[in-house]
């Protein structure tokens, strides 16, 4: 692996740090979990349903008042990942609930991986494997994984 200089201003987490904010990251992820489906479902929902029958509003009025409801809602979402850029996370996948934190190893930079459902954060991968390229993080990985010194 090539070393690489830390990018200015971001902040890289220890195994330790990371782990300490997980009880309100894992709030916010579970309501944009829950909120991501709910979107998906409402929006399939909404393109699929034939024309409403309605008395009082034109077919037009209610696909208005619906999308702006979707837009709400998006709009809530992207709230919702702004928490988690403010606390440090990387939002990877909406469904699943999976988040990164930059770590720091070996005069690099890696993703300290966690997904919904996990406990504690116990997985790495390289900034540029993803999902698929997670290991385990062991004593050996815990103890090295430091911010970088400026």
Not at 6 to 32: K, S
Not at 131 to 140: A, H, K, L, S
Request: charged share 30%.
């Amino acid at each position: 692996m090539t070393p690489s200089l830390p990018e200015v201003g971001r902040r890289y987490f220890t195994v330790e740090e990371a782990n300490a904010r997980l009880p309100l990251i894992r709030v916010i992820v579970t309501d944009i979990v829950n909120l991501a489906k709910d979107l998906r479902d409402r929006y399939e929902q909404f393109n699929n349903a034939p024309p409403p029958d309605v008395q009082d509003q034109t077919y037009d009025d209610v696909r208005a008042e619906a999308e702006a409801i979707l837009a709400a809602d998006r709009d809530q979402l992207e709230t919702y990942v702004e928490e988690l850029q403010k606390l440090g996370a990387e939002l990877k996948d909406f469904f699943t609930g999976l988040i990164d934190f930059p770590g720091w190893i070996n005069a690099r930079e890696v993703c300290l991986c966690w997904q919904l459902g996990e406990g504690n954060i116990e997985h790495w991968h390289e900034a540029n494997a993803g999902f698929r390229g997670r290991q385990q993080i062991t004593d050996e990985f815990r103890r090295m994984c430091q911010p970088p010194r400026e």
